[in-house]
């Protein structure tokens, strides 16, 4: 009986490691702040892709007829170009199979050179900047609208539907920062706007008093700032302190946060905030309120922007895996491009340079301190 026991016992071990033996893992990776000033941002994306592979592991996935499991290889770059090369070459090092992410144009534009050079993909549904998919590399692929089209339907609203005269423009100086000011100088001067002042900044400054007095002599209808919350907060409070509480606040999706509520601290210049993301909004997203219901389930209090899009990006990454039968970058890349994914932002296909076909824009403001669409 004992010996029969030992027997039992022992085949069940075997049994266990053979499924174990059988089971491949696959890593992907993510990039993302998660340290320093934009870590809201950066916690919030490695949610929605961590929210994916923990999904896709629970129903079980079958790549190449082998079963796989999922693992989340996450890494920080502190929205650093320097850190976030060197996180995107420790991804390469560990052969994830591919990546999701960055988060800042600026992190994002220097990593995608990395990821070209070792062959894996990666899909970002967060840095906006267009210079990304100019260097054609196979391996880049953007989910959002980038700053063409957020900087244009800005300026559009700001002269055709407010019909605004004058603008002042602030910019970070970061990759994203310039490119979203540019685009909107250069979209509202077409539409007839005046910039009556051009002042600059940096991504880790909280002071912009003499920026702002400068810019209150030229009296302008509307300042445009081309940069992100941290910034934009002290920026709405200082301005309110100076007397600008009558001034328009244009600015990018770095800016159109619910943190952003919080940094303004109960400022009224809130309340002028017309800011712009790539994508629709949560309710008019195909799956976004059910999924925003268990996002906030997981994650109480932590959403930001973009969740939704990395979560979408690991699902469409992982589908394109499975229609290629293999994980192997090689072999997947060009199933990636011809994606027709419907993901819980919207239908996901690709142009040819990696750029999302038909992106959507959605406008918001701030209703008693609520981020509320405009369209």
Same mark, same amino acid.
Not at 137 to 151: C, E, P, S, W
Not at 175 to 193: C, L, P, S
Not at 230 to 259: H, I, S, W
Not at 327 to 333: G, L, R, T
């Given at each position: 009986?004992?010996?029969?026991?030992?027997?039992?016992?022992?085949?069940?071990?075997?049994a266990v490691?053979?499924?174990a033996?059988?089971?491949?893992?696959?890593k992907?990776?993510?990039?993302?702040?998660v340290?320093?000033?934009?870590?809201?941002?950066?916690?919030d994306?490695?949610?929605?892709?961590?929210?994916?592979?923990?999904?896709?592991?629970?129903?079980g996935?079958?790549?190449? $007829?082998? @079963? =796989?499991?999922l #693992?989340?290889?996450a890494?920080d770059? *502190?929205a &650093?170009?320097?850190?976030?090369t060197?996180a995107?070459?420790k991804?390469?090092?560990?052969?994830?199979?591919?990546?999701?992410?960055?988060?800042?144009?600026?992190?994002?534009?220097?990593?995608?050179?990395?990821?070209?050079?070792?062959?894996i993909p990666?899909?970002?549904?967060a840095?906006?900047?267009?210079?990304?998919t100019?260097?054609?590399?196979?391996t880049t692929f953007?989910?959002?609208?980038n700053?063409?089209?957020?900087?244009?339907?800005?300026?559009?609203?700001?002269?055709?539907?407010?019909?605004?005269?004058?603008?002042?423009?602030?910019d970070?100086?970061?990759?994203?920062?310039?490119?979203?000011?540019n685009?909107?100088k250069?979209?509202a001067?077409?539409k $007839?706007m @005046? =910039?009556?002042? #051009?002042?600059?900044?940096?991504?880790? *400054?909280? &002071?912009?008093?003499a920026?702002?007095?400068?810019?209150?002599?030229k009296?302008p209808?509307?300042?445009?700032?081309?940069?992100?919350?941290?910034?934009?907060g002290?920026?709405?409070r200082?301005?309110?302190?100076?007397?600008?509480?009558?001034?328009?606040?244009?600015?990018g999706?770095g800016?159109?946060?619910?943190?952003?509520?919080?940094?303004?601290?109960?400022a009224?210049?809130l309340?002028?905030?017309?800011?712009?993301?790539?994508?629709?909004s949560?309710a008019?997203?195909?799956?976004?309120?059910?999924?925003?219901?268990?996002?906030?389930?997981?994650?109480?209090?932590?959403?930001?922007v973009?969740?939704?899009?990395?979560?979408?990006a690991?699902?469409l990454l992982v589908?394109?895996?499975?229609?290629?039968?293999?994980?192997?970058?090689?072999?997947?890349?060009?199933?990636?491009?011809?994606?027709n994914y419907?993901?819980?932002?919207?239908?996901?296909?690709f142009e040819?340079n990696?750029?999302m076909?038909?992106?959507?824009?959605?406008?918001?403001?701030?209703?008693?301190?609520?981020?509320?669409?405009?369209?």
């Amino acid at each position: 009986m004992q010996l029969k026991l030992k027997m039992t016992v022992a085949a069940a071990i075997a049994a266990v490691a053979g499924v174990a033996a059988a089971q491949e893992v696959v890593k992907i990776g993510h990039v993302a702040p998660v340290s320093g000033a934009q870590a809201h941002y950066g916690k919030d994306n490695e949610n929605g892709a961590r929210m994916a592979i923990e999904e896709l592991n629970a129903q079980g996935v079958t790549i190449g $007829g082998k @079963k =796989v499991k999922l #693992e989340l290889v996450a890494e920080d770059d *502190a929205a &650093d170009p320097k850190q976030g090369t060197a996180a995107a070459q420790k991804l390469c090092d560990a052969k994830v199979a591919g990546v999701v992410g960055h988060l800042n144009s600026g992190t994002t534009i220097p990593a995608s050179k990395v990821y070209n050079d070792c062959g894996i993909p990666h899909v970002t549904g967060a840095a906006t900047n267009p210079n990304l998919t100019r260097p054609g590399y196979k391996t880049t692929f953007r989910i959002i609208a980038n700053d063409n089209a957020l900087g244009a339907g800005l300026a559009a609203y700001a002269a055709e539907t407010l019909k605004l005269k004058t603008v002042a423009i602030v910019d970070d100086r970061t990759a994203y920062g310039q490119g979203v000011a540019n685009v909107f100088k250069r979209v509202a001067a077409e539409k $007839g706007m @005046k =910039v009556v002042d #051009e002042q600059f900044t940096t991504d880790k *400054a909280t &002071d912009f008093m003499a920026i702002l007095t400068a810019i209150k002599a030229k009296n302008p209808d509307a300042i445009f700032f081309g940069g992100m919350d941290p910034q934009a907060g002290p920026m709405l409070r200082q301005m309110e302190q100076l007397g600008l509480a009558n001034t328009k606040y244009f600015g990018g999706d770095g800016v159109c946060t619910t943190e952003i509520a919080k940094l303004a601290a109960g400022a009224k210049t809130l309340a002028n905030v017309i800011c712009a993301e790539g994508g629709a909004s949560l309710a008019k997203m195909p799956g976004g309120t059910a999924w925003k219901a268990k996002y906030d389930a997981k994650y109480p209090n932590q959403f930001q922007v973009y969740s939704p899009y990395t979560y979408d990006a690991t699902m469409l990454l992982v589908d394109a895996m499975k229609r290629a039968g293999s994980w192997d970058p090689k072999v997947y890349i060009p199933e990636l491009l011809k994606s027709n994914y419907k993901g819980v932002t919207a239908n996901i296909a690709f142009e040819p340079n990696g750029e999302m076909k038909n992106p959507a824009i959605t406008l918001y403001t701030y209703k008693e301190g609520k981020k509320t669409p405009l369209n």
